[in-house]
C-alpha cells in the first residue's frame, strides 16, 4: 500500500488551496470528498443565495476568481472550483466520507468504510456545513409545526403565509429574515444576546483585526468563533423591506417550545407554524477524535502560523476557527502545505541524526 506524504480530507476552498501547494512542493498525497461532486459546501446553499449576496469568491491559487456578479452562488461555486480541478490536475477522489483516522506508530491512517490510507501527515479541511448546530430548549419535540436549519433552507416561498419563528444572532438569521419576512404573515426574530450592529465602515484593516481575535482563541484551545461573530452585523439593500416590516425588532429567547407555538419570557404564546434555526454550525471534526487533539478548553489548539495542531504536529487544520472565510482559507492552505513539508523535513533530519 503507497505512503502519502499528506493526506487532505475534503475539497472545498481550503482543500484546493492546500493541495495546489502541496503538489507545487511536489509531496505526494490525495484529497478525499465526501461529495459526489466538486462545490464543497457551496453545492449544498439555498438556491435564492445569489453571488452578489455573497459579495464574490476569494481566488483560488493561480487562478482568477468567478467574475461574475450574477448567478446562483450554489452552481457559480462548484463550477469554479470543478474547473480549478481539473485544470491544476488535483488528485480528488470522491465520493469518500471519512470515518476516523488513527495513529499507528509513525504513520496516520484514513480510514474510509473498508478503505484505507497510510499518509505520514493530514491536512483536515472538512469544513462546517455537515454539523448544524441545532440547540436543545424544552418542548423542542412536541411542536406540530415545521422545524428547519438553516442547512436545510428551502427559500422564501416556502414560508409564504407563515409565521415564523427565526433562532438565532448572525448573518445568516439577518439573511433569511430578509428573504423570509417580506412574504411571511409575520415573523418573529430571538436571539440569546442581543445583536452587535456594525455602524462603521467595513474596511481590510477591521477585517484583518477580527481574524486575529479568532486566531487568538485557537492559539489558546478554545473553540473557534466565527469571525462575524467579533465584526458585527449589517443590513444589505436587499433587507431593507424587513427592516421596513419591523423584522429586525429583536426579543429574548422564548422560554419554552409548545404544540402550537412559543412561550415568551413575558408569559404570553407567539402561535407560530414554522422555526427556523439560524444557530449556526460547528467544526466537523469528529473522525479525528482517536488522535485525541482537543485541549482541556475543548478546542484544538493550533500554533502561531494558525493551521498545525499543536497536540499532533502531523495534523493540519484548514477552514477551522480564522481560515473559515474564503480569503482565510488560501492563505490557510498555503500555511498547511509549509507545515507538512516542515514535519517531513523534521522527520528527515531526525532520521539522519540517528
Same mark, same amino acid.
Given at each position: 500500500m503507497e505512503t502519502y506524504d499528506a493526506v487532505v480530507i475534503g475539497a472545498g476552498q481550503a482543500g484546493l488551496s492546500a493541495s495546489y501547494h502541496l503538489k507545487r512542493r511536489g509531496l505526494s498525497h490525495v484529497v478525499l470528498d465526501a461529495d459526489d461532486s466538486p462545490g464543497g459546501a457551496w453545492q449544498h446553499r439555498w438556491d435564492?443565495?445569489?453571488?452578489?449576496?455573497?459579495?464574490?469568491?476569494? $481566488?483560488?491559487?493561480?487562478?482568477?476568481?468567478?467574475? %461574475?456578479? +450574477?448567478?446562483r452562488a450554489n452552481t457559480v461555486v462548484p463550477?469554479?472550483?470543478?474547473?480549478?480541478? &481539473?485544470?491544476?490536475?488535483?488528485?480528488?477522489? &470522491?465520493?469518500?466520507?471519512?470515518?476516523?483516522?488513527?495513529? !499507528?506508530? !509513525? =504513520?496516520?491512517?484514513?480510514?474510509? *468504510?473498508?478503505?484505507?490510507?497510510?499518509?505520514?501527515?493530514?491536512?483536515? #479541511?472538512?469544513?462546517t456545513w455537515t454539523q448544524p448546530h441545532l440547540p436543545y430548549y424544552p418542548g423542542i419535540a412536541?411542536?406540530?409545526? !415545521? /422545524?428547519?436549519?438553516?442547512?436545510?433552507?428551502?427559500?422564501?416561498?416556502?414560508?409564504?403565509d407563515k409565521r415564523v419563528v427565526v433562532v438565532g444572532g448572525g448573518a445568516s438569521a439577518v439573511q433569511l429574515l430578509g428573504e423570509v419576512a417580506p412574504v411571511a404573515a409575520d415573523t418573529l426574530w430571538v436571539t440569546r444576546r442581543e445583536p452587535v450592529w456594525r455602524t462603521d465602515e467595513f474596511n481590510p484593516d477591521r477585517g484583518r483585526q477580527a481574524v486575529a481575535l479568532v486566531e487568538e482563541r485557537v492559539r489558546r484551545g478554545l473553540p473557534p468563533a466565527s469571525v462575524v461573530s467579533? %465584526?458585527? =452585523? $449589517?443590513?444589505? +439593500? /436587499?433587507?431593507? +423591506? #424587513?427592516?421596513?416590516? *419591523?423584522?429586525? @425588532?429583536?426579543?429574548p429567547m422564548f422560554e419554552r417550545i409548545e404544540p402550537g407555538g412559543v412561550r415568551l419570557p413575558d408569559g404570553g404564546l407567539w402561535p407560530a407554524d414554522v422555526i427556523l434555526?439560524?444557530?449556526?454550525?460547528?467544526?466537523?471534526?469528529?473522525?479525528?477524535?482517536?488522535?485525541h487533539l &482537543?485541549? !482541556?478548553?475543548?478546542?484544538? /489548539?493550533?500554533? &502561531?502560523?494558525?493551521?498545525? #495542531?499543536?497536540?499532533?504536529?502531523?495534523? /493540519?487544520?484548514?477552514?477551522? *476557527?480564522?481560515?473559515?472565510?474564503?480569503?482565510? $482559507?488560501?492563505?490557510?492552505?498555503?500555511?498547511?502545505?509549509?507545515?507538512?513539508?516542515?514535519?517531513? @523535513?523534521?522527520v528527515r533530519s531526525a532520521a539522519r541524526a540517528g
Amino acid at each position: 500500500m503507497e505512503t502519502y506524504d499528506a493526506v487532505v480530507i475534503g475539497a472545498g476552498q481550503a482543500g484546493l488551496s492546500a493541495s495546489y501547494h502541496l503538489k507545487r512542493r511536489g509531496l505526494s498525497h490525495v484529497v478525499l470528498d465526501a461529495d459526489d461532486s466538486p462545490g464543497g459546501a457551496w453545492q449544498h446553499r439555498w438556491d435564492s443565495l445569489t453571488m452578489h449576496d455573497v459579495h464574490g469568491i476569494a $481566488a483560488l491559487p493561480d487562478s482568477a476568481s468567478p467574475g %461574475t456578479p +450574477e448567478g446562483r452562488a450554489n452552481t457559480v461555486v462548484p463550477a469554479y472550483f470543478g474547473d480549478y480541478e &481539473r485544470t491544476h490536475h488535483l488528485p480528488v477522489l &470522491r465520493p469518500v466520507r471519512v470515518d476516523r483516522v488513527t495513529d !499507528e506508530g !509513525e =504513520l496516520l491512517v484514513v480510514h474510509a *468504510g473498508d478503505r484505507t490510507w497510510r499518509t505520514r501527515t493530514i491536512v483536515n #479541511a472538512t469544513g462546517t456545513w455537515t454539523q448544524p448546530h441545532l440547540p436543545y430548549y424544552p418542548g423542542i419535540a412536541d411542536f406540530r409545526g !415545521e /422545524q428547519l436549519h438553516t442547512v436545510s433552507y428551502p427559500g422564501p416561498e416556502h414560508f409564504r403565509d407563515k409565521r415564523v419563528v427565526v433562532v438565532g444572532g448572525g448573518a445568516s438569521a439577518v439573511q433569511l429574515l430578509g428573504e423570509v419576512a417580506p412574504v411571511a404573515a409575520d415573523t418573529l426574530w430571538v436571539t440569546r444576546r442581543e445583536p452587535v450592529w456594525r455602524t462603521d465602515e467595513f474596511n481590510p484593516d477591521r477585517g484583518r483585526q477580527a481574524v486575529a481575535l479568532v486566531e487568538e482563541r485557537v492559539r489558546r484551545g478554545l473553540p473557534p468563533a466565527s469571525v462575524v461573530s467579533v %465584526t458585527g =452585523l $449589517a443590513l444589505r +439593500e /436587499q433587507e431593507r +423591506e #424587513a427592516e421596513r416590516l *419591523g423584522a429586525y @425588532e429583536r426579543h429574548p429567547m422564548f422560554e419554552r417550545i409548545e404544540p402550537g407555538g412559543v412561550r415568551l419570557p413575558d408569559g404570553g404564546l407567539w402561535p407560530a407554524d414554522v422555526i427556523l434555526w439560524a444557530t449556526g454550525f460547528r467544526p466537523a471534526i469528529a473522525h479525528l477524535a482517536p488522535l485525541h487533539l &482537543r485541549s !482541556e478548553h475543548g478546542g484544538i /489548539q493550533l500554533d &502561531r502560523a494558525g493551521t498545525t #495542531a499543536v497536540a499532533d504536529p502531523r495534523v /493540519q487544520l484548514v477552514g477551522y *476557527g480564522p481560515s473559515a472565510s474564503t480569503i482565510g $482559507a488560501n492563505r490557510a492552505g498555503r500555511s498547511a502545505a509549509r507545515g507538512v513539508a516542515r514535519w517531513l @523535513e523534521d522527520v528527515r533530519s531526525a532520521a539522519r541524526a540517528g
